[in-house]
């Protein structure tokens, strides 16, 4: 099992980037892995996965916009947020899918503004 830290939101306007990381205590090269987020008051939701040999799946509401990447050298996976909007905002987690598993991580929170 596998130890995961998120970092790299913040406060952004609509519109702009961001990319948040995924920090992995140990090896991932095996493991399929995903980003969610966790909007107020509402459950959290898959946005991104990204398997073992590179595959990658999106969520509609995200398609287009997101991109999710890993580097499996460094034991982390990405997740390049483009043309942001307010209903992105929320806290974003990565975990594991596939091959392994982890606990949940205390996330990073995304605010868009309008």
């Known amino acids: 099992q596998v130890q995961l830290v998120e970092s790299g939101g913040g406060l952004v306007q609509a519109g702009g980037s961001l990319r948040l990381t995924c920090a992995a205590s140990g090896s991932i090269v095996s493991y399929g892995m995903a980003w969610y987020r966790q909007a107020p008051q509402k459950q959290r939701e898959l946005v991104a996965t990204?398997?073992?040999?590179?595959?990658?799946n999106y969520a509609e509401s995200v398609k287009g916009r997101f991109t999710i990447s890993r580097d499996n050298a460094k034991n982390t996976v990405y997740h390049e947020m483009n043309s942001r909007k307010p209903e992105d905002t929320a806290v974003y987690y990565c975990?594991?899918?596939?091959?392994?598993?982890?606990?949940w991580g205390q996330g990073t929170q995304v605010t868009v503004s309008s």
């Open positions: 975990n594991v899918v596939s091959g392994g598993r982890a606990d």
């Open positions: 990204i398997v073992s040999n590179g595959r990658t």
